[in-house]
């Protein structure tokens, strides 16, 4: 049951910006830079943009600081914050704006200056009332309890989850613009450093700079720009809490919800999807999405990530830039999935480049696995 | 708090007075946790507050490990109480590598941040 807005909005220019460290510029310094890098991508200029669709990490009107630092006053604004997942929701309210006529060039934008600012997670939100007086380490601590979950309900296992780690590695050691590059084996992971049990630092994300940008325009018009379009075929978001302690079931996240309907709507299945790309803020939550996105059953994740089965030469090609275990983590990672997908589909993705790419899947998380959204990206040859 | 009318403050209030109050539906008579002007599972706005049994389960956990000289490492877990909500706390009492999930466990009064807050202890068997 595919959905009228199918295939009814494209991508058809991604940029990025001051990832690694971006010393000495703010994070609206780098989602500028974005912003200009994926409209020149496009061959579109800052004036052409009537609609923004933005959050950021700072302070709680990001969307208009971006708005007025770039200059420009867009008729349509999105600005809505469900966490590293906006990114990914926001290709829904871009297409729908887009499709009824409420702006005709969309800019989907995000920068963090993180790394270089604080060297840690920056937030603004507030730790929940009735969470913040256990001093729980957010947001490991949500993800190190979900991981233990798993562990004891289904047997899996540490091995498996630094698998996940050593995976992303092994895809980010081939693409230049990933920020770590050096070896990591499985003993490396699990003997790094214990942050929130069972999680070690490195089945944790790094901490960058960075921001992302996409450039979105209605499918009518989008041949009509130098980069091979890449058209939404599929967008589904759902939500299920905020607080960790709030989670029904720590094994089972609301990407069986998201992912149901997004490949219903695009007309596809699992099996149909050449390039993965998930949230990867912790390793277990590869093995979650992989589990509620269908690619493999509820408590065999451990087992479908074990031994490079979604490292270059696997099965299934996930995370294919390295992710943000690997690649890059400004805060919301949301946009990179989307950005990744798109580029595997045009070919000019910056690391391996998957062959004859028609079908990608980008996934985002928000919160502590609280807003989960999918959205399925196609070829022309998948409309 | 003399007139402590709010979810919130009854909750708060109960803790300054060494107890451990739960809201529970009028109307589906499930309880819930946190404290609410309405229901989460049915949406009624009937709510009565009943003293907690203090038994539960530790439902998951984690250990957030912390240099020595700054506090050393301690535990962050989620339990379920008997009545079937769950809440965010910490097991006090044993070794925080420990605590396993499925440990039974009694809930008390003790502080967190220098107010009233709920912890548990390990179950006397
Ligand atoms: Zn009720």
């Known amino acids: 049951m595919t959905t009228k807005l ?14 690694g460290e971006a010393h000495g510029l703010t994070a609206y310094d780098v989602m500028a830079q974005s912003a200009l890098a994926a409209l020149g991508d496009a061959g ?14 700072e302070d709680s009107m990001p969307a208009l600081m971006a708005a007025e630092y770039l200059g420009i ?3 349509f604004i999105d600005g809505t914050m469900t966490g590293g997942s906006s990114f990914v929701n926001y ?15 969309a800019l989907i934008v995000y920068g963090s200056n993180q790394r270089t600012a604080s060297g840690r997670l920056v937030t603004a939100s507030r730790p929940p009332a009735y969470e913040a007086p256990y001093n729980p380490r957010y947001p490991i601590s949500a993800y190190a309890m979900a991981a233990a979950r798993h562990m004891h309900e289904f047997g899996t296992t540490r091995e498996q989850l630094a698998d996940v780690a050593v995976a992303a590695r092994a895809w980010a050691q081939h693409n230049p613009e990933a920020f770590e590059r050096g070896p990591l084996s499985r003993a490396d992971v699990l003997g790094a450093r214990m942050v929130g049990d069972p999680l070690t630092v490195r089945d944790c994300c790094l901490v960058t700079d960075g921001g992302g940008a996409i450039v979105m325009v209605r499918a009518d018009r989008a041949r009509d720009f ?3 379009p890449v058209y939404v075929l599929g967008s589904a978001a759902e939500s299920s809490h905020r607080q960790i302690s709030q989670m029904k079931d720590f094994t089972v996240t609301a990407a069986r919800e998201s992912g149901a309907r997004a490949f219903a709507a695009a007309g596809v299945s699992p099996s149909d999807i050449q390039a993965v790309e998930l949230y990867d803020a912790f390793t277990i939550n590869t093995i979650l999405f992989l589990e ?34 690997s690649c890059v983590h400004p805060g919301m990672y949301g946009i990179f999935t989307v950005i990744e997908a798109a580029r595997q589909i045009r070919g000019d993705a910056p690391g391996i480049q998957l062959k004859d790419v028609d079908l990608a899947l ?21 409309l | 708090m003399p007139d402590a009318t709010g979810p919130d403050q009854i909750f708060q209030r109960a803790l300054t007075n060494g107890e451990i109050m739960l809201p529970r539906c009028d109307d589906c008579g499930a309880y819930h946790f946190f404290p609410r002007v309405l229901c989460p599972h049915c949406h009624g706005t009937a709510i009565s507050w009943h003293p907690a049994s203090g038994k539960g389960r530790v439902h998951t956990t984690t250990v957030v490990r912390q240099k020595p000289e700054r506090g050393g490492d301690y535990n962050v877990c989620v339990v379920e109480l008997e009545e079937g909500v769950r809440m965010m706390s910490r097991v006090e009492g044993i070794a925080p590598g420990d605590i396993v999930i499925d440990m039974a466990v009694t809930a008390f009064v003790g502080g967190a941040e ?11 068997v």
């Open chain 1, 226 to 228: 130098p980069k091979a």
């Open chain 1, 91 to 105: 290709l829904t309210s871009a297409t729908m704006a887009l499709e009824a006529g409420l702006c005709d060039v």
């Open chain 1, 44 to 57: 579109l200029k800052l004036s052409d943009v009537d609609g923004l669709l933005c959050t950021m990490m």
């Open chain 2, 114 to 124: 220098g107010q009233p807050a709920v912890l548990f202890k390990p179950a006397e």
């Open chain 1, 73 to 75: 006053q867009p008729r």
């Open chain 1, 6 to 19: 199918r295939g009814k909005s494209a991508i058809v220019g991604t940029g990025h910006a001051g990832f």
């Open chain 1, 292 to 325: 509620d996105l269908g690619f493999c059953a509820k408590g065999e994740g451990g087992a479908f990530v074990e031994g490079g089965r979604i490292a270059p030469g696997g099965v299934l090609p996930v995370n294919t830039n390295g992710g943000g275990l």
């Open chain 1, 362 to 382: 980008a996934h985002g998380n928000g919160g502590v696995l609280s807003s989960q959204v999918t959205a399925i990206l196609g070829s022309q040859n998948t």
